[in-house]
């Protein structure tokens, strides 16, 4: 029963990571998509069955040991560089990025001497036998990354959650928050369960031993769903505004084109049929250039005339425009997924 929620965790997994293909090749969201590659391959090694089919591909040597601790390093790394875009003002920094990298590689080369410099007999992902305190610190290397990572994220949702108005975004960083503190419990009873055996210790209650097992397929699980319902927002706020702007500039391209009929140089804007211009891109940055070259049109020629259709068409597009620029700044930088960025 257990191997079969582990496998449906996994195809959920590579599903999400999979949706996630088609934004990273047009340069979108390539952030959360090595965050949930750099996840699913972890998740997939915990797995016995991956685990085992993918040591033996590497000669069953329990390289893939050393595979698993660094894939969750950088997907430690990964993750906290989304949280970071997501609830900082400044998105993530250069700063930032060069403290996730040398940190990153850092801790990959500790492991990397701990594990090549020893002679360890694992028997399995999870094994460290009586007075293995070299493997011990290796997997500490990992667990407190992991539980330093859990805390923060659970931070920065409590603090985003207060700035949020939006019920879906709410449910989504409690989601996330409940993801990181089941990671942490288990992170915490993986490091007591390590030094118990490294002690000596033989003896795990079932209770301890549920949990453990239970963890791993509830953390992903949630913060699957979380992070996923966050994306969702943001592509639907996205196909919602696109929409409204493709609609508007449909619009008022018969306005500019009668008011900048004899004046072209007031325009930067290349003639385009109506037609052409839906099947473009950058919807929104081409009703923003021709609403103010309207503007300034009739700035410039305050004789002209408006019907009474055409005055409430630019109301409605400047009305537009300035709830676009408000929700950019109001909301978290994941969330900006509008066509006024993107353009």
Do not use: E, Q
């Given at each position: 029963m257990f191997a079969l929620i582990e496998y449906a965790v996994l195809a959920a997994l590579w599903g999400t990571t999979l949706l996630l293909v088609p934004s990273a090749l047009r340069g979108k969201r390539r952030l959360l998509f090595w965050f949930m590659v750099a996840f699913a391959v972890t998740m997939s090694l915990i797995t016995d069955g991956p685990y085992a089919f993918v040591d033996g591909l590497l000669g069953g040597v329990d390289l893939t040991y050393f595979v698993f601790h660094?894939?969750?390093?950088?997907?430690?790394?990964?993750?906290?560089?989304?949280i970071q875009t997501a609830v900082s003002k400044d998105g993530l920094t250069s700063t930032r990025k060069r403290f996730a990298l040398w940190g990153v590689t850092g801790l990959i080369l500790v492991q990397a001497a701990l594990f090549f410099t020893s002679g360890w007999k694992i028997d399995n992902i999870q094994f460290i036998g009586p007075g293995n305190w070299s493997q011990l610190v290796y997997s500490f290397t990992t667990w407190i990354a992991l539980i330093v990572l859990a805390i923060s994220t659970m931070v920065a949702c409590s603090t985003d959650y207060k700035r949020q108005s939006d019920t879906t975004l709410k449910t989504a960083l409690v989601i996330i928050f409940a993801g990181c503190a089941v990671v942490s419990l288990y992170v915490v009873i993986q490091m007591g369960v390590a030094i118990n055996r490294a002690s000596g210790g033989t003896h795990v209650s079932v209770i301890v031993d549920s949990i453990s097992v239970?963890?791993?397929?509830?953390?992903?699980?949630?913060?699957?769903?979380g992070l996923g319902l966050r994306l969702l927002v943001g592509v639907s706020r996205s196909l919602s505004d696109a929409g409204r702007s493709r609609r508007l500039l449909w619009k008022v391209t018969p306005l500019w084109e009668r008011l900048l009929a004899d004046r072209p140089e007031l325009s930067i804007e290349a003639p385009t049929s109506r037609l052409a211009l839906c099947f473009r891109g950058s919807h929104a940055l081409h009703l923003h250039r021709r609403y103010v070259e309207v503007r300034?049109?009739?700035?410039?020629?305050p004789d002209q005339s408006l019907s009474a259709r055409e005055v409430k068409l630019i109301q409605r597009i400047e009305q537009h425009i300035r709830q676009a620029s408000d929700a950019s700044r109001g909301t978290t930088n994941d969330s900006r997924t509008d066509e006024y960025q993107n353009a």
């Open positions: 660094a894939t969750a390093i950088i997907c430690v790394a990964l993750f906290d560089c989304l239970a963890c791993p397929l509830l953390a992903p699980v949630l913060l699957s769903v300034d049109c009739l700035l410039l020629h």
